[in-house]
DNA sequence: ATGAAAGCGCTAACAT
DNA sequence: ATGTTAGCGCTTTCAT
């Protein structure tokens, strides 16, 4: 276990002031060649480290920026905005610092929250697992919102463009020829439900078809809470109707997974006999259904990014509310 | 944005010295219960919050705990290993700083590195996606490893248990009366895979039945690194001899659900004709499948948190080598 | 191009 | 029970 030495160890060998040394460190230009490399030899020799601790002291500033990450990170969802947020801390030189944090349990985002008061972190996303509204009031520290909006816009924030991923993906289906899609979509309860449904009927009327009526709600909540899909109770209903749906829009892609299996045991095969297209939460699951699933992929990776460009760049407590859209992933469902 | 105040502020504003303060702040018992009282209320009036950073410079420890990432994080599997390891390092009073690497792109663990060296972490958690064998050389900060193993067990790891995982569900097969179970195993090449081909193998042997021809790879890797699963090709097969499976063990959630579509497609009944198993990867596939998948779960939140404990409590170098159970968690599929 | 001095906020060590 | 002093490692400011 080997002490790392201070700049002022490193002075002292190379026989120079110890502000010489620190300005080889941080590459002020000011210095001799041949001094700075002499300094930088020595200074690698004895495995110097700076340490950000004096620094984030003296420089009154820490390059922290804090990621509060609301609900259990389970879905492959939270991971990518994390992934994106942390790439783009890491290109900006800035440290991320991550909390799972329960909303229920305050004493929890609590403790995250004087964590970073005690490493002075310059901003905090804060992210949900779900595009929701939530209630953050103003803070000393600045706030983005991460796929979820303040109920007063007290906060900038980033939001996935469900609208438009679906007035999009649903242009792309009409425009391709089919006639009578349905869109199985998700709870109501869910903002981004409520907003696709809205995409979908307007992608529709710009068709001048009406899909007002195409949209069902295939999802209930068990007592215990978890959550059931309802695919093999709606499609065989839809599909006794005279005019049968040419395609099933699924609002996720694990429910994807129910309706291949429903249309399966009706005999029904995907992709030919009726085409199925979906929102993409779980790549692996798109991917490996046969046919493999054509999804519109949610925008998260490049979410998380955005919110920590947001974070780092705008100190103001108020500030733009930013929506990112999806890219289309063809594969051969539909 | 507000200011926080130091110490010495507040030691100004109560007519107090600095040192009191600061035993008020870090609950020394030593100071009066009603200068404590005066303290604590101005202290909390002037939004005070401790600096970390000159804590660290002071007490010389960091309380920062490294956890390196290697390969992107897609998979369930490594959020509960960063959950557990999270959690850990909350309940003991240490942060924890998450650094997604590639190790391929040595740059980027490179400057992971550094970050952690100008934190003064005191122990780096190197974690993998895989179940795997990795080259760790010995550093001057402790190192953990977490579902990997150096090849000169040169650091202290923790493992899921893969022989007694195989071992156990094995068993249990064996024990409820299925007699020719057929494990579809992922690819040889994994670490996990062999083990688990031995554990089952071993709890036959233990039940007097020679499993040792039923073991099948069921998994490709195409041109372009994608993973195909062959169950529709060895199912119909196995099915055609004349002592036909009784349940089908999967190597992991998402084969099953492969499983299920070739055992569907051959008009088997899943969970009646015959039994499935599988070990657990992704929980939510498991549960929607239907009949639910019943699958023994990898312990990744529990081998999280093994790990930040060593990290913690070891700041030796070597170590030992844990290995940590799962748990089986029961549907209906067998 | 280089250096000296001060001080960021805190705590360890040692008084009182 | 409380206070004084010193210094952690660095950067800022101001000299030379």
Redesign the interface.
Known sequence: ??K?PSQREIAKRVGTSLKTVSRVINGDPRVKAETRARIEAIASEM?Y?????????RSQK?DVIGFLADG???A?S??EL??GA??AA?DRGK??????IDHHESCCAA?AE??L????AEAVIYATVAHQEVTIPQR?V?HVLLNCYDSQARHPCVLPDDYQLAFDLTSMILDRGYRRPVFLNLSARNVASFLRARGFRDAGSTHDIDLSTSIQTAVTFDEDG?TR?LADQILPRLFAQSARPDLILCGQD?LA??VY?AL?QMGLAVGEDVAVASFDN????A????PGLSTMQLPYYEMGRQAMLLAIDR?ETVGPTIRVKGEFVARASF
């Open positions: 276990m080997h790392i495995e480290a700076p340490s950000q601790a004096a620094r984030m002291m820490s259990f990170i389970t492959t939270s991971i994390i992934r942390q790439d890491w440290q991320m610092m991550l909390f799972n403790r004087s964590q008061l005690a490493f002075r000393a600045p978890g899909f694990i997974m129910d299996a399966n779980q790549a692996p699951i991917h490996l259904l046969r100190p």
